[in-house]
């Protein structure tokens, strides 16, 4: 069965801290993964990776997809209240569908 | 922010009764997607299209019906609605090439009796 698993599950930090999430996932026929951050609303998408050791980066965020270890993560340095959130980890196992981890919820504190 | 739209945004309905929620999107993606997402679980597929008239089944499809007669609307039934189906409906949408990236409506909250 296609699993994907986030940790942690909630992380607290203060304004100006840099966090990492994870997110694992069991190999089966792996074609991408994704990130996305949702607040109050619709998740809304971040980025997308494909090939092992090749950051992606996009401001304060960036992410990293290990193929062999099958994880990535997702770094967020200098946090601001607004990074307060759920981020959302998928994988496309090789068909038109996403499975989606639990997610971890973020909360910065001022 | 891509052009997805769902209707309604709220609902409150009865047990047995039935529900159709609609997605309606402007950008001609080929793909549209129905989630619901509940604590504890995060977003589970229900079903999804690959094109007009052409749908299959998620992880969590009993009890739960779709259309698509037009490349721009999704429509989800729940034929006879029932408390576990309570929770937040998002529909998504991709492009034909680049179609992992999904992009999500503003979802739907139902909440059944």
């Known amino acids: 069965e296609d699993k994907v698993v986030q940790s942690p599950l909630s992380l607290v930090v203060h304004e100006g801290d840099t966090v990492t999430l994870n997110c694992s996932y069991e190999?089966?026929?792996?074609?991408?993964l994704l990130w996305y951050k949702q607040e109050k609303k619709a998740p809304t998408f971040l980025f997308m990776l494909?090939?092992?050791?090749i950051e992606k980066k996009s401001g304060r965020l960036s992410s990293i997809l290990d193929k062999k270890e099958l994880f990535s993560i997702l770094n967020i340095t200098a946090t601001q209240t607004g990074d307060s959130a759920v981020y959302l980890c998928?994988?496309?196992?090789?068909?038109?569908?996403?499975?989606f981890g639990t997610g971890t919820r973020l909360t910065i504190i001022p | 922010d891509a052009g997805i739209t769902q209707s309604p945004r709220h609902k409150v309905t009865e047990t047995g009764t039935p529900v159709t929620l609609r997605c309606h999107q402007t950008e001609n993606h080929r793909y549209m997607y129905w989630y619901r997402q509940d604590p504890g679980h995060g977003l589970r597929l229900i079903h999804y299209?690959?094109?007009?008239?052409?749908?299959d089944k998620g992880e969590v499809s009993d009890g739960y019906s779709v259309s698509r007669s037009k490349t721009e609307d999704f429509l989800l039934t729940l034929e006879s609605a029932t408390s576990s189906q309570t929770s937040v409906y998002f529909c998504a949408i991709s492009e034909y090439r680049g179609r992992e990236t999904q992009y999500f409506g503003p979802g739907t909250r139902l909440l059944v009796l």
């Open positions: 299209s690959y094109g007009v008239k052409d749908t």
């Open positions: 998928a994988v496309n196992f090789g068909n038109e569908k996403l499975t």
């Open positions: 190999v089966t026929n792996f074609r991408s």
């Open positions: 494909t090939s092992s050791g």
